[in-house]
């Protein structure tokens, strides 16, 4: 709707922009360094950050940037995963039916990766999403799950992604064996008002345009309301574009903002 307004050639601000086109905040990349550091090494990381920080979209930018011939990235997002759920789902992406007992699918899933290091020379990928939901239960079985050859290797990278209280979890005494075989940690910050401006310039640009429709003391507004938070910046920015384009109004200026925040975001 607003595109055209705008004389945008694309929807900036969306969920379905490219990896390559994102705004590369400088400790996203830092942490993309790291993970793709932990793909080829085979290592254990976590990854957290609070709501909105950009988690899923740096997972997606990692996946991306993994060479398909070389990694098999298998990725689960459920808030209510099992260890027997777990070793299912990454047999299924691995095109094995998974037997019930959940000992007889780990083996078979160390059977699998063997296979897959050994003859393909494929190194697997495994990301676990909205980990700060799984249970005592299913972190600990991660821990039995690293454990192969007699500990002496890592069958797989493993990469826990989940918000803030997933780390502030992992400080407590019944988790520490798990804690312990942490490779790397990495945490999302959220942008500062530079970046802020920055990340909108960014999304202008994939749109097509080069003109700063939001007025300084707007990215000011935005980043009061979003505290440098992506999916904030991405909402308070689609409506404003909305409510510009309605009251055909080429620049947005902080007043705007304002009416938008407070009559359609609080």
């Known amino acids: 709707m607003f595109e055209e307004f ?35 090494r085979q290592l254990f990381a976590v990854v957290t950050g609070d709501s909105g920080t950009g988690k899923t979209t740096t997972i997606r930018r990692l996946k991306d940037n993994l060479d398909t011939s070389t990694y ?16 299912k789902g990454l047999l299924e992406q691995l095109g094995c039916e998974s037997k019930f007992y959940r000992g007889d699918a780990k083996r078979q899933l160390h059977r699998e990766i063997e296979l897959m290091r050994g003859i393909h020379h494929m190194l697997p990928v495994v990301i676990v999403d909205e980990a700060h ?15 192969f050859k007699m500990d002496a290797e890592s069958p797989m990278a493993l990469i826990l992604v989940g918000q803030s209280e997933l780390w502030d979890k ?7 064996a798990i804690k312990q075989r942490i490779d790397l940690q990495c945490k999302l910050p959220h942008y500062d008002r530079a970046q802020v401006g920055d990340y909108i310039t960014r999304h202008l640009e994939y749109a097509g345009t080069t003109q700063n429709i939001f007025s300084d003391a707007a990215i000011d507004e935005i980043y009061r309301f979003s505290s440098g938070t992506a999916r904030l910046i991405n909402k308070v920015c689609t ?27 609080l």
């Open 6 to 40: 705008y004389g945008f050639s694309k929807t900036p601000f969306s969920r379905s922009i490219p990896t390559d086109e994102l705004y590369p905040a400088f400790m996203m990349e830092e942490i993309l360094g790291r993970l793709e550091h932990a793909a080829k």
């Open 72 to 87: 098999m990235v298998m990725y689960l997002a459920d808030s209510k995963l099992t260890p027997r759920h777990f070793y």
């Open 133 to 147: 939901l799984l249970d005592k239960e299913m972190l600990e079985e991660v821990r039995f799950l690293l454990n």
């Open 170 to 176: 992992l400080q407590l005494q019944t988790y520490a």
């Open 239 to 265: 409506h404003c574009l909305l409510y510009g384009s309605q009251n055909k109004r080429k620049i947005i200026d902080d007043h705007m903002v304002k009416v938008v925040i407070e009559g359609e975001l």
